[in-house]
């Protein structure tokens, strides 16, 4: 069976290959394809064949937590799984439609907490002898670009179903009716997500001041440990000109929130204590929302922001609104805008008390309405709808 590496796919063939994620590049600006490494929730690939059966060449690695990933086919999630250890090879398609449209997504988190944690795409394999550009056709680009940055609800958690255990299991993550995804459906966009289950503004759930996700913005991935994942460029600044972002959903907070009733973290190197209580804490909250918001603006000078809070907890919801209405009038920035999202409730919940697909659709259609407010136009991509 014949190898088509990732490496192929550059130059005047780069368009026939999509690339969704912060990736490791080179000095070029181009990026990493020897192999792709895959960091974050929903990054992947996407292409669109002519040939009736094509593998992809994987590689997986992880001490703690196995990566998850799917495969999508036209639209359709038509497999999900955790890969083995080690490299492989899995079937994409075995179809004798003229045009497949497939894509390869990452369906768990980066993972902070296991430095071997790696997912990573090779190339392909097919018994076909054509030329490349004979396989895959060219891809038209995506219309915009969405970042979105979060928490255990942007990491999709609680959209698929549990499985047996207690402890933390990325099983529980998922991209599919995902709010980033129907976004994706609905206005042909790019998604590109920067999120950890259980990371805040100040601290995360339990208090620990070491799990935010501000420091992570400027950088590929840099929590992702471990030599592989720094050959694979997770510790490389971003580079924030390699493609305009046009919205940036930030959809933050409910760990600090909770860390105000969680009880105190304690340092195992100092002995230090760490918990938010209190009048102060919450002004450092506000300032923190603020300053971040100043960040992504710094960086993204054109985009949309907006800041959504509500589909978990609710007790912060004036805070953050507060914080950004005073980012607005202190810098006289319009485009950047609150939401308050709709909270889950019985009907809407998923597994592992996060919500389910019907909340992540009740926030997809808030976040639709403000973009075609705000001049973004639905152009649905090839596929079946999500709903």
Known sequence: MRFISLTEFSGALSNRLHISGRTGCSPDGSPFLNPLTLFWTASGIECAVTEAELY??????????????SV????????????????????????????TRIQILKESQAMAGDSAHRFCIHG?????????????????????????????????????????GKEWNPAWQGTRNHFAMILSQ????DISIIAQSGWGLLCGWNNDPHCTIPPLYRFVCSLAKGAANRKAGASQAWDFSRRKTDAVIINLGSNDEYAFRAAPWEDPASGKTYKLHGDADYARLKAAAKNFIGEIRRHNPQALIIWCYGMFLTGCMDLF?????EFRAENADDKVRFIELSPMDDTTAGAQKHPGPLC?????????????????????????PLF
């Open 72 to 99: 999508w086919i036209n639209g359709k999630r038509t497999a999900r799984f955790a890969p083995e250890k080690g490299r492989s090879r899995i079937c994409l398609v075995r179809s004798p439609a003229p045009l």
């Open 321 to 325: 609104r507060s914080a950004v209405e």
């Open 360 to 384: 992540h659709k009740e926030a997809a259609d808030l976040l639709t309405a403000v973009l075609l407010k705000k001049g973004f136009k639905q152009t649905p991509k090839i596929g079946a």
């Open 56 to 69: 992809a060449d994987i590689e997986c690695d992880y001490k703690y937590y196995r990566p998850w990933i």
């Open 124 to 164: 392909f394999c097919t018994n076909s002898e054509k030329s490349i550009p004979d396989i895959f056709m060219p891809l038209e680009p995506k219309k915009y670009l969405f970042e979105c940055i979060g928490d255990s609800l942007t990491c999709g958690e609680g959209l698929e179903d549990p499985v047996p």
């Open 186 to 189: 609905r206005f042909n966009a």
